[in-house]
């Protein structure tokens, strides 16, 4: 097992080694459809959590269910892909992860300001974002293109 390259060494060999970016998009697709099956699923107990709050505030509580996918869904992105690994559960199976260009390490606020972007931008350009992918450089998405970020292979 050889030791994993520091994000500034992998981004360096990267601008001439392809094999780090080769079937990222199609990873990518795969990975969000993961990670929301998965979102998903940890919203089963996050609403049960919800429902006796809400018996405990007399019904005030479940108001919360009005927000309660958007926010186990960023708490899972926050926690996944802003620690260490930087990479969601979806992504970690892809073998892909998500890296800053400067080398630095990707936190939870970037993270967080990842998936936004990620949904304002569908909800305002929808094809545009995945299109923009065949376009870019390193396979990127007009959300990393403003975050200064690219996904790259793991391995």
């Not at 360096?12 to 990222?24: C, E, H, I, M, P």
């Not at 990707?106 to 350009?125: K, P, R, S």
């Not at 995945?130 to 970020?149: E, I, M, N, P, Y």
């Amino acid at each position: 097992m050889t030791a994993r390259p520091l994000d500034g060494e992998i981004l360096n060999t990267a601008q001439d080694d392809g094999y780090l970016y080769r079937g990222v998009r199609t990873r990518r697709i795969v990975a969000f459809f993961i990670d929301y099956l998965l979102i998903g699923l940890l919203m089963i107990p996050v609403a049960i959590v919800v429902a006796l709050l809400g018996v405990m505030t007399l019904g005030l509580g479940w108001l919360l269910f009005g927000i309660l996918a958007p926010l186990t869904a960023l708490l899972y992105v926050a926690m996944t892909l802003g620690g260490r690994r930087q990479a969601t559960l979806g992504m970690q199976f892809m073998d892909i992860r998500l890296a800053r260009l400067d080398g630095g390490r990707v936190d939870a606020l970037l993270a967080v300001v990842h998936t936004v972007l990620f949904w304002a931008g569908n909800a305002i350009l929808t094809p545009l974002i995945l299109l923009a992918s065949l376009f870019l450089d390193h396979k990127r998405t007009v959300h990393d293109l403003l975050l200064g970020t690219v996904v790259v292979r793991s391995s």
